[in-house]
């Protein structure tokens, strides 16, 4: 089946650090990708997405490119700030077949220090 | 401003009681989902329905009832079956398929 491995955290950086959360996939044929952020006591947002192999989803500064031959989705911020402190979460919506779920990594908690 | 709504924010209950979870949207979405989420584990879907009057299992569906007997209204019910029901649940819907997922703020159970 589908499934969605990220690293685990919890990481730590200072502000205007790089980041690098890395995300692999497992699935079959051309699914989507998607990276969501949990803010402390709240739901999931969407922050980037991407659909089909080669794609780059950038949003808030955050970027992460669609790698087929590597299956990898890895997320990535020149720059991050104490306010990007949060759970991010890798997600893939299958190609075919059981294609209305979300199957989600495990989560990568990030803190910032100013 | 349209958006989905769970409440309540925190629900305690005592072992071996029935409680529903409220999910409400505004958004006129067809599809709407249930996943709980643990430390550590991710999200795991539990229900979820892609229209009115029909739902379907996920995958940690054992100890859960849900209904769909309005569009707009997704409730989800812990029963005492569920071995260990406290957990952080989150309410999520879109339009139909190839359209993104918009989640409530979820609802947070504990149950002593």
């Known amino acids: 089946g589908n499934s969605v491995t990220q690293m685990e955290g919890p990481v730590t950086l200072s502000e205007e650090a790089f980041l690098t959360i890395n995300c692999t996939y497992t699935a079959t044929g051309y699914p989507s990708l998607f990276w969501y952020v949990q803010y402390p006591g709240e739901g999931l947002q969407l922050l980037l997405k991407?659909?089909?192999?080669?794609d780059k989803g950038s949003n808030k500064g955050f970027e992460a490119t669609y790698r087929k031959e590597t299956t990898s989705f890895h997320l990535e911020k020149g720059s991050v700030q104490v306010s990007d402190s949060a759970v991010y979460f890798c997600?893939?919506?299958?190609?075919?077949?059981?294609?209305?779920?979300?199957?989600f990594g495990k989560g990568t908690k990030l803190t910032v220090n100013p | 401003d349209g958006g989905i709504t769970q409440s309540p924010k925190y629900l305690f209950r005592k072992e071996g009681q029935n409680v529903t979870l409220s999910c409400e949207q505004n958004?006129?979405?067809?599809?709407m989902y249930w996943y709980r989420q643990d430390p550590g584990q991710g999200l795991r879907l539990i229900y979820y329905s892609q229209i009115v009057n029909d739902f379907q299992k996920g995958d940690i569906a054992e100890g859960y009832s849900v209904s769909r007997e309005k569009k707009e209204s997704f409730p989800l019910t812990v029963t005492s079956a569920q071995k260990n029901p406290t957990a952080f649940y989150l309410c999520a819907s879109r339009p139909g398929a190839g359209y993104g997922y918009t989640f409530g703020s979820g609802t947070r159970l504990t149950v002593v």
């Open positions: 997600a893939l919506r299958g190609a075919q077949g059981g294609s209305e779920k979300l199957v």
């Open positions: 958004l006129n979405h067809d599809a």
């Open positions: 991407a659909t089909k192999a080669d």
